[in-house]
């Protein structure tokens, strides 16, 4: 009788620790749902190699092939601390199971089958608990993001009007942080007739005073003042920066700038053209 495969999914690839945190990381990064953690370890002592299986949304069952090991120091082990240091903070339903090699094997070819899950279901987790102990004293402490979770631009928070833009921003984000600034101004220019102005002048005539040409309906006068020179403060801070000096070459910041300036547009956008300005 030939086995019944068990319809999982399969991330990451056997022996290559990199490979294994980014595939969680890219389900956490991506708002998966992490429900349940099984910590598949197969061995002894100082040898000893583990996968995952998650549950995750709606009983979604991902394997994370066994790029990880424990008991000696290495790039194995550090990548199975930082990986169970992430998951602790997503989910408190982590278990550990002791499985044959031959069990990791299959996981690792994508090839478990339907009687592999059904005896993993059947195991009694370990315990006492012992999967804490894998995680190094620094990786309690400390969330480290930087070096495993990409700088991404996320796209269903953006003003429409950005996204060609954004396409070329991961290539040269110094002319695509320039490129934002001058078609912000374009539409402020456009929508406030204010044609001749520039730079902060232009945020002031258009947004600042009781007779500006631009306003946002239901706003007391400090929040309206608030927002107005929020565009003045910006182009101050960064933008002239930027159109003078080299650029740092640092993509997390140029990131952090572009959301600023998304902000921009989404209160440009916002805001109501006044009659008889």
């Known amino acids: 009788m030939i086995a019944r495969l068990a319809g999982i999914d399969y991330r990451g690839l056997g022996g290559i620790s990199r490979h294994c945190i980014d595939a969680v990381i890219e389900m956490i990064h991506f708002g998966r749902q992490i429900n349940e953690v099984k910590i598949l370890t197969s061995g002894s002592g100082y040898d000893c190699h583990h996968a995952l299986i998650l549950n995750v949304d709606t009983d979604v069952t991902v394997a994370i092939k066994s790029g990880f090991t424990s008991g000696y120091s290495g790039e194995g082990p550090r990548s199975f601390s930082y990986v169970l240091s992430i998951l602790r903070k997503f989910?408190?339903?982590?278990?550990?199971?002791?499985?044959s090699y031959?069990?990791?094997?299959?996981i690792d070819k994508s090839a478990l089958t339907e009687k592999d899950l059904n005896w993993l279901s059947e195991q009694r987790p370990i315990r006492p608990q012992r999967w804490y102990d894998y995680i190094y004293e620094r990786h309690y402490s400390e969330f480290s993001v930087r070096q495993y979770f990409p700088a991404e631009i996320p796209f269903s928070l953006l003003d429409p009007r950005l996204h060609e833009i954004a396409l070329s921003f991961k290539?040269?984000?110094?002319?695509?942080l320039l490129a934002g600034y001058r078609l912000l101004e374009r539409l402020i220019k456009d929508k406030s007739g204010l044609t001749q102005e520039t730079g902060a002048k232009l945020f002031s005539k258009a947004f600042q005073g009781e007779d500006a040409s631009l306003?946002?309906?239901?706003?007391?006068g400090s929040e309206a003042k608030g927002r107005a020179t929020l565009f003045s403060s910006v182009f101050m801070a960064y933008r002239n920066r930027r159109a003078h000096q080299e650029p740092d070459d640092d993509i997390h910041e140029d990131l952090r700038e572009f959301m600023l300036l998304n902000q921009l547009f989404i209160l440009e956008e916002s805001s109501k053209v006044r009659e008889n300005a």
Do not use: C, G, Q
Not at 91 to 99: A, F, R, S
Not at 102 to 106: H, P, T, Y
Not at 215 to 220: F, N, T, V
């Open 91 to 99: 989910t408190e339903e982590i278990d550990e199971y002791l499985v």
């Open 215 to 220: 306003y946002w309906d239901d706003l007391d």
């Open 171 to 176: 290539k040269n984000p110094d002319n695509a």
């Open 102 to 106: 031959k069990f990791l094997e299959r």
